[in-house]
């Protein structure tokens, strides 16, 4: 079956940390795949997206994500987190062939100042 | 301009109620959803609609009944509520990609 997971479930770093966030898909064929955030009481906002092309993709608020089609892997990153990076993560996949988008349990990241 | 809109934002209601949740979007996409979020923040996919035709039906109690009257609106009717319907409900719209945009979630408290 079709599924998108994460390992970390809760994360919590310091100011200035650097984040990395893992993400792996058991998906056939081509698969799109997606970083949503959810700040606290807010609705999902994407964060950065992968179809094809350079696997190292960049997104919005210094987030990047890099794709390894050998791993199933879409792990996020980024250098230096801040007090407003707080939230929840998502993972999410779609294949061309089922175009259902199905997402990861989530992580919480707890930025502290 | 808001791209996807659902309403009520907030809905409280006692077990054994019907309520109906709606959802529009202006973005043109043909492709909509309504996803439900457990207490644990856990997505679950519930329904998908393609330019109103019904695509995906999830594992989902026969009291959860969508209708999508065009491809702009997907609304979510919920017959008989049940304590454990409690969670926010949230309507989105794709695009061809997969890309989805979300409205703002109803929390819905069953009581």
């Known amino acids: 079956a079709q599924s998108v997971s994460q390992h970390n479930h809760h994360v919590i770093l310091s100011e200035a940390a650097s984040l990395e966030l893992g993400c792996n898909y058991s998906?056939?064929?081509?698969?799109?795949l997606f970083w949503y955030v959810q700040y606290p009481g807010q609705h999902l906002q994407l964060l950065l997206k992968?179809?094809?092309?350079?696997?190292l993709v960049k997104g919005i608020k210094g987030f990047e994500a890099e794709f390894i089609k050998s791993k199933f892997s879409f792990n996020l990153r980024k250098p230096s987190v801040q007090w407003s990076d707080t939230a929840e993560y998502f993972c999410?996949?779609?294949?061309?062939?089922?175009?259902?988008?199905?997402f990861g349990q989530g992580t919480t990241l707890q930025v502290k100042p | 301009d808001t791209a996807v809109s659902q309403t009520p934002k907030y809905l409280v209601t006692q077990m054994g109620n019907d309520k109906s949740i709606k959802c529009e979007q202006n973005?043109?996409?043909?492709?909509m959803y309504w996803y439900k979020q457990d207490s644990k923040k856990f997505l679950k996919i519930m329904f998908s609609?393609?330019?109103?035709?019904?695509?995906i039906n999830e594992t989902v109690p026969n009291r959860f009944s969508p209708k999508s009257p065009d491809k702009a609106h997907l609304n979510l009717h919920i017959n008989s509520l049940e304590l454990g319907d409690s969670a926010v409900y949230f309507c989105?719209?794709?695009?061809?990609?997969?890309?989805?945009?979300f409205g703002q979630g109803t929390r819905l408290t069953v009581v």
């Open positions: 989105a719209s794709s695009q061809e990609t997969g890309e989805a945009f």
């Open positions: 998906y056939g064929g081509t698969v799109n």
């Open positions: 992968y179809f094809s092309g350079d696997p």
């Open positions: 999410a996949a779609v294949s061309g062939n089922t175009g259902k988008l199905i």
């Open positions: 973005l043109g996409h043909d492709t």
């Open positions: 609609y393609n330019n109103k035709e019904l695509i």
